[in-house]
């Protein structure tokens, strides 16, 4: 842990982290409470409702949020982020009305939504050796599974002191300690001679380089694999244990916290792993072990099987969701990174949307096993596109010919343009004569399309 940990702006931005995830989990178990305490027997509508909102404020927010922040800086935007949403929850405990859980539960998610793609962007930009980057993205994921074991556990133990709409100005602090730590440091600042493109561009950018390069496209594939798998382990664990299982409680927590040591050891394992394989094998793997897993949970294993196959859904999930920011990092010049980490974002919530209400309905529809196996199709499916679209010699330098063409950047190209000769913030027309060279190939302004 030496290596990411010793830089003392990463453990501050670390510890920004977990608060930050810690106040939206214990957000999310208050809102359950909420719920209740308003409708009753009809607080799963209420909660499915939210969770729904949740996806779409993700799907649709986080490229306009990446747009608009473009021209602002860094540090002030996580902070005012920080902040609304330290407010936002203080709101929670005066609602009466369903209709108002469901305007503060958008609002709330539009604003996480702006936060996490921008906060995943800066990380490369402190831990600049890859080795550095790799543990810390392990140690993101380590972060959203025990946020996921820990939120539940610090619930029940503060409800034993207070009333749960106290939980609510726990999280307010939570956020504005995730702030302050924001605050304490010197985020590095994006390149200077760097002038945003229209709004319009920037809102399509990330999704341009993203969908064009074809290893992104291979992992949105194994994103499929991954909604699917989660979908179906949140929405139906639950009629799984008690319905057709007969147990408690007690044991719902068991099953999801097996599913969050299975994602925690491979969270874990992940820096030595790809020391030894490339990316493209592991999360290739880590479909297919979704596929084994959810064939397996098809034909109803008992309450030991149950266990062991949750286990291995949440490894095979972390196989592909650890590693994917480097794949990212990899793919996109620094000044794109933050508009591509959105829409990573987006597009794999995307996915989220569509299996979560498949999950819940044919779950019903179905029954279980059946479910379980269509979504095992679905995950199979997804893993087989993404091993036809991901060429195995996906190598990063790639040679390749430019032809002759005139063009014009309305922003800084600091590979191509010298700020002191034709000025960064200015339209500047040039041309390029035929070239035929070999170099790390990332999709810009310059490569708008992946060689064949």
Wanted: proline residues 6%; neutral net charge; hydrophobic residues 50%.
């Amino acid at each position: 842990m030496a290596g990411a940990f010793s830089n003392g702006i990463y453990r501050r931005l670390f510890l920004a982290q977990v608060l930050s995830l810690l106040g939206s989990g214990l957000t999310t178990m208050a809102l359950g409470l909420l719920a209740f305490d308003l409708a009753g027997p009809n607080a799963g509508a209420v909660l499915g409702t939210a969770l729904t909102l949740k996806m779409i404020a993700y799907v649709g927010v986080a490229p306009v949020a990446s747009a608009l922040a473009a021209r602002l800086p860094r540090r002030a935007f996580l902070i005012g982020l920080d902040l609304s949403r330290a407010v936002l929850v203080l709101f929670l405990p005066f609602v009466t009305e369903i209709w108002q859980i469901y305007i503060l539960v958008f609002a709330f998610q539009a604003l996480s939504a702006a936060f996490t793609p921008t906060f995943q962007a800066v990380i490369p930009d402190i831990l600049t050796k890859e080795e550095d980057y790799t543990r810390a993205l392990s140690y993101s994921r380590l972060a959203y599974d025990l946020e996921s074991l820990v939120s539940p556990l610090l619930t029940g133990l503060l409800l034993t002191v207070v009333s749960f709409h106290f939980l609510f100005a726990g999280t307010s602090i939570g956020f504005l300690a995730s702030g302050l730590l924001v605050a304490s440091v010197v985020l590095p600042a994006l390149l200077p001679d760097t002038m945003p493109l229209p709004f319009r561009k920037r809102l399509t950018r990330g999704a341009w380089v993203y969908l064009s390069t074809p290893r992104l496209r291979g992992l949105l594939a194994l994103y499929v694999s991954v909604a699917a798998a989660t979908a179906i382990v949140i929405v139906n664990t639950v009629p799984r244990v008690k319905g057709e299982l007969g147990l408690g409680d007690a044991m719902v927590a068991v099953y999801f916290a097996a599913y969050g040591v299975g994602s925690m050891a491979v969270a874990l394992l992940m820096p030595a792993m790809l020391r030894r394989v490339a990316v493209r094998p592991v999360v290739l793997t880590g479909g297919a072990i979704l596929t084994v897993g959810l064939v397996s949970a098809a034909f109803g294993p008992g309450f030991g099987a149950g266990l062991i196959i949750w286990s291995v859904l949440g490894a095979g999930a972390s196989m592909i969701q650890t590693p994917s920011g480097l794949l990212i990092t990899q793919s996109c010049h620094d000044t794109d990174r933050s508009s591509v980490f959105a829409a990573q974002f987006t597009l794999s919530h995307g996915c989220w949307l569509m299996t979560y209400p498949m999950a819940g309905y044919l779950g019903v529809a179905l029954g279980l096993d059946q479910t379980f196996a269509v979504f095992a199709v679905i995950a199979a499916g997804a893993g087989l596109v993404a091993l036809a679209i991901w060429p195995a010699g996906d190598p990063r330098e790639i040679e390749h010919e430019h032809p002759q063409i005139e063009h014009e950047h309305a922003h800084g190209d600091p590979d191509h343009h010298d700020p002191t000769l034709s000025g960064a913030l200015k339209p500047v027309r040039h041309s390029h004569g035929p070239l035929r060279h070999s170099h790390i190939y990332i999709i810009d302004d310059h490569h708008p399309i992946w060689p064949s």
